[in-house]
């Protein structure tokens, strides 16, 4: 009889184990789930501002000449001078997602500005 008690309590021990494991792998799924929810499907857009940074861009060379100066440090027709220049010199060209005057109006900024980059971000969309 203490053989059986000793196999039923071996048997329970070992239910128990199984059950306990079980619910850890359960969990770690569940945690996943969550982890994949929050990264990849349920995203809030962070830069939601008005104007993308073409649009803004635009609005300033057909603007009052003292925003575009107040911006990058210089007007217009130099501005777009040195746009023109950088991508004849094929020291700059467009890419799929931002073009030479999009690279130019951010570097300039940054150095008229001293901004950091989160700000340009924020700022250009």
Do not use: W
């Not at 982890?35 to 603007?63: H, N, R």
């Amino acid at each position: 009889m203490n053989d059986n008690n000793q196999s039923d309590s071996s048997e329970n021990e070992s239910d128990l184990e199984a059950e306990q494991q079980e619910l850890e792998t359960l969990e770690l799924a569940s945690a996943l789930r969550m982890v994949e929810y929050y990264q990849y499907i349920d995203k809030i857009p962070c830069y939601t501002g008005g104007l993308t940074g073409y649009a803004f861009v635009q609005e300033l060379l057909s603007g009052h000449p003292d925003r575009m100066y107040n911006m990058f440090c210089m007007d217009a027709p130099v501005f777009l001078n040195l746009c023109q220049t950088l991508e004849r010199s094929q020291l700059l060209e467009d890419d799929r997602h931002v073009t030479v005057i999009e690279a130019v109006r951010m570097c300039l900024y940054i150095l008229s500005h001293g901004a950091v980059m989160r700000v340009v971000v924020e700022r250009f969309q």
